[in-house]
């Protein structure tokens, strides 16, 4: 491309929007494993930052490993421990409210270890884990989701009013992201399409054992 003159797209390189907590966080119960073998066991979050002409959006995220599902996302001209929350309270009622058990892990960021996010997770039953302080790597699965947004569809408009971006996106993410975009890591299936048919699967075979042994 360079000897034609031609330069691909970069990603915008963009401040990060850590800012560590004060209060004792989690450990990192991951470590860099960002892999899952049923849903509801591994969860990740993170934040981003949407530009509109009317100033920033800020976008936070749940998403299941297992299938790549987005379960939560709230959107917010506050990038605050409230924003965080609405996102898990959406995870929640998105799993049916039950989901005692699970790990949720997100970088070490003052919204995530902030009293009113942590007593959110204990009233669900959910386990924090935090990756350390200024390493996006140990997020690296939460951060590619933000990748995918920016690069497929943010960076793609312009959005006037923050009310404009927030239907969009939530548009992208609930009819294309999790029911259209084909993900590699789902063998090439869109993430609620591979939770479906790996539910399907797992009643089958459990039907199978129990006419075995019936």
Request: glycine share 8%; hydrophobic share 40%.
């Amino acid at each position: 491309m360079a000897e034609l003159g031609l330069a691909g797209r970069a990603p915008k390189k963009r401040r990060s929007l850590t800012r560590p907590g004060k209060r004792p966080a989690a450990l990192d119960l991951v470590g860099r494993k960002f892999t899952a073998v049923a849903a509801d066991v591994l969860w990740v979050g993170d934040g981003t930052q949407i530009d509109t002409d009317e100033g920033p959006l800020y976008l936070a995220t749940v998403e299941d490993l297992f299938s790549r599902r987005l379960l939560g996302f709230a959107m917010s001209e506050h990038h605050d421990a409230a924003l965080t929350v609405a996102s898990l309270q959406m995870a929640v009622v998105t799993r049916g409210g039950n989901v005692d058990g699970v790990i949720f892990h997100s970088d070490r960021g003052s919204e995530y270890t902030a009293a009113r996010y942590q007593a959110e997770c204990r009233k669900h039953g959910v386990v924090q884990s935090v990756g350390r302080v200024g390493c996006a790597l140990d997020n690296a699965a939460a951060e590619s989701f933000n990748s995918t947004v920016k690069v497929e569809f943010v960076h793609r408009h312009r959005f006037r009013t923050r009310a404009e971006a927030r239907l969009k996106i939530a548009t992208w993410i609930a009819d294309f992201y999790n029911v259209r975009r084909r993900h590699s890591a789902n063998d090439g299936l869109p993430p609620v399409t591979f939770e479906r048919q790996m539910i399907e699967k797992r009643q089958a075979s459990t039907a199978l054992v129990r006419a075995a042994v019936a």
